[in-house]
């Protein structure tokens, strides 16, 4: 059974920090693409950051230099830390996992190129 649970969502202030996590079961994470995406209220999903098998990364304009991606093979788990956060970031988060692609340099970046996700974990970005 391939899952992923993610976490770490919840309420902040702007300036702020989050840190999110996807947990993944009946796969090995550190073999495929994967990225964190995120989706807000009558907007188009999008992605935010992806990693390729050999580390190579994305990020969108709109939050490099504030976000990093990262994965911990042993743990078989995928992060997301994001610092200074601005209300622009509220969203429901969504990681995801290209599946059976062992993928080299620039990664995939779009919704439809990612096969498994996980559940969403909601970002508020408030005063």
């Known amino acids: 059974q391939l899952q992923l649970v993610e976490s770490g969502g919840g309420l902040v202030q702007p300036g702020g920090s989050l840190r999110l996590s996807c947990v993944a079961s009946?796969?090995?994470?550190?073999?495929?693409?994967i990225g964190w995406f995120r989706q807000a209220p009558g907007k188009e999903r999008e992605g935010v950051s992806c990693?390729?098998?050999?580390?190579?990364?994305y990020y969108a304009d709109s939050v490099k230099g504030r976000f990093t991606i990262s994965r911990d093979n042993a743990k078989n788990t995928m992060y997301l830390q994001m610092n200074n956060l601005k209300p622009e970031d509220t969203a429901v988060y969504y990681c995801?996992?290209?599946?059976?692609?062992?993928?080299?340099?620039?990664?995939?970046?779009?919704?439809?190129?990612?096969?498994?996700w996980g559940q969403g974990t909601q970002v508020t970005v408030s005063s």
């Open positions: 995801a996992v290209r599946h059976g692609t062992f993928w080299l340099g620039s990664p995939p970046t779009r919704p439809y190129e990612y096969n498994y």
């Open positions: 009946g796969i090995t994470l550190g073999s495929y693409p």
């Open positions: 990693i390729s098998s050999d580390g190579s990364t």
